[in-house]
């Protein structure tokens, strides 16, 4: 006797609705993933806006001072600047410290050039030392970028080594 032959039909079905199930889960997650990415400080999130004029600490009495290239006071919120390093004005060096003062030079023409957006919000991170650390931007032109195209600071992040300003 001969058997007919079986047709798979709903197995089919059940292979094609898994693949798609599956597919479907590898979306989410990445959809999930790009959702956080682009709420970590500096990707996106909460954006604030500044429009305050800024002086160097210790010149004169303003809202808004620069302390060094990557610092800033904004009333008696000490913020750290991310995204780059600046040139310590104690430098190790005359060489450092000289490029110290156009790099706070150099910040503060460009926080007085307009208004900016600073990001965190209102639950920003800190540092080590208490400083909220916030990156800055004006339009499509990022801070971070701006000091180093012009050679005032260095890039940071994984594998940065600091320093390296006296030749």
């Known amino acids: 006797m001969v058997r007919p032959p079986r047709f ?6 059940n292979r094609s609705l898994g693949k798609r ?3 479907f889960a590898v979306i989410l997650m ?4 790009v959702a956080y990415v682009v709420r970590l400080p500096g990707m996106g999130g909460e954006w604030e806006q500044i429009d305050t004029r800024f002086s160097l600490c210790g010149e004169r009495s303003s809202n808004g001072c620069v302390i060094d290239g990557d610092t800033i006071m904004l009333g008696k919120r ?5 995204g780059y390093n600046a040139p310590e004005l104690k430098g190790e060096c005359p060489a450092e410290s000289a490029l110290a003062l156009q790099s706070r030079n150099a910040l503060r023409d460009w926080l007085n050039a307009g ?3 600073m990001d965190g919000g209102n639950e920003p991170p800190f540092d080590q030392y208490g400083r909220e650390l916030r990156v800055l931007k004006r339009g499509g032109e990022w801070l971070s970028e701006t000091m180093i195209e012009r050679e005032l600071a260095q890039g940071s992040g994984w594998g940065f080594e600091r320093g390296g300003w006296c030749g």
């Open 78 to 82: 000490k913020i750290r600047l991310s």
């Open 115 to 117: 208004p900016f957006v």
């Open 30 to 33: 990445i959809a999930v993933v």
């Open 8 to 13: 798979h039909t709903k197995r089919r079905r």
């Open 21 to 23: 199930l599956g597919a």
